[in-house]
């Protein structure tokens, strides 16, 4: 069988304290089909911009390591690429939508000036042939007057229109995997809704593979095909969305879909999760969320013979870690 486009295998980072080099990515493995959206989910802290940072080679090297594990695009290994080759993937193979257009779009620069320079690296054309692209990518987004906006400056252009900016960079060459930040959070409801349309159009049309980082599960059900869950550096769960949405398959899954707010009812309180995500260097031993879960037993707190909880693949192609999957009936979002 053909490997996914996108393939996180057995993935450990660290970062440098002044303690020592303390792991935040702990095993982590996914992949991503082409064509498919798969989004990362959890709270803050729970390692899913650490991921998306690997993927693309963009954590500070003097504080930071991969130890273990593989990334690999469309087959290609990309742990331990050297710096000058990973810079020519990434805007062309790979690109990233980061989650705040205003500080990842530079001020003193037109924005057609800005694609036209990710076209020109990637595509060695002309400075025309780069002009005439970047107004193409800006009208393929929505952004009308197309070729007079490419004139204009970041802060001459609204919040939505300054992330479609940000979509049309991302998808200037015609990349294989896009990688969206979280790109929706500072947006309202109308312009989140028209930038989820436009990412999914763009999939659709282009057949472009898409890891959307995301805390909210409402975008994940309306965008993504599956979804990964991250815990404390972990994945916990991995499942087709409706399957998640139905049943999910890890406490912590169960505790992020109640605490959704469009499934609390108005006369009632916003359900929450207590405690908060343990900070690397000081997991619990045994299952990470033991502390905040519901459900815990001793076994739990205990893990398995290292002291750690290993995933369990389930049927149908899911993955849990947890200790109880089997026994244990998790409430869904129905």
Do not use: N
Request: net charge negative; aromatic share 4%; with cysteine.
């Amino acid at each position: 069988m053909t490997e996914p486009l996108l393939v996180v295998d057995g993935l450990e980072v660290q970062f440098a304290t002044e303690d020592g080099w303390v792991t935040v990515l702990d095993k982590v493995s996914f992949s991503v089909e082409r064509g498919e959206t798969v989004g990362l989910v959890g709270e803050s802290g729970s390692g899913k911009t650490v991921t998306s940072l690997s993927i693309l080679g963009l954590l500070p090297r003097e504080s930071s390591r991969v130890t273990a594990g593989s990334i690999r695009l469309d087959g290609v290994e990309l742990v331990g690429m050297p710096k000058h080759k990973l810079e020519l993937l990434r805007g062309d193979e790979i690109s990233m939508i980061f989650q705040e257009p205003m500080t990842s779009l530079d001020p003193a620069f037109r924005v057609g000036d800005q694609i036209a320079e990710v076209v020109r690296r990637h595509r060695g054309c002309s400075r025309r042939q780069a002009w005439a692209r970047a107004v193409e990518v800006l009208t393929t987004v929505g952004i009308p007057h197309a070729e007079t906006r490419a004139r204009s400056y970041p802060h001459e252009f609204s919040g939505g229109m300054r992330q479609r900016v940000m979509i049309a960079m991302a998808l200037s060459c015609e990349p294989k995997v896009i990688i969206a930040d979280e790109p929706t959070t500072a947006l309202d409801v109308t312009i989140q809704a028209q930038v989820l349309d436009l990412l999914r159009a763009m999939r659709d049309e282009f057949g472009t593979a898409v890891v959307f980082v995301t805390h909210d599960l409402g975008v994940v059900a309306d965008i993504c095909d599956r979804a990964v869950v991250m815990y404390a550096g972990q994945v916990v769960e991995q499942a087709q969305i409706d399957d998640l949405y139905d049943r999910p398959r890890h406490p912590y899954t169960e505790a992020l879909l109640s605490a959704m707010p469009q499934l609390t009812a108005r006369s009632g309180r916003l359900a929450t999760i207590p405690g908060a995500t343990p900070p690397a260097g000081s997991m619990p031993t045994g299952c990470r969320f033991h502390p905040r879960c519901a459900h815990v037993v001793d076994e739990c707190r205990e893990g398995d013979r290292d002291g750690r909880v290993a995933a369990r693949t389930l049927d149908g192609g899911g993955l849990s870690r947890c200790l109880r999957v089997g026994d244990l009936v998790l409430k869904g979002s129905a």
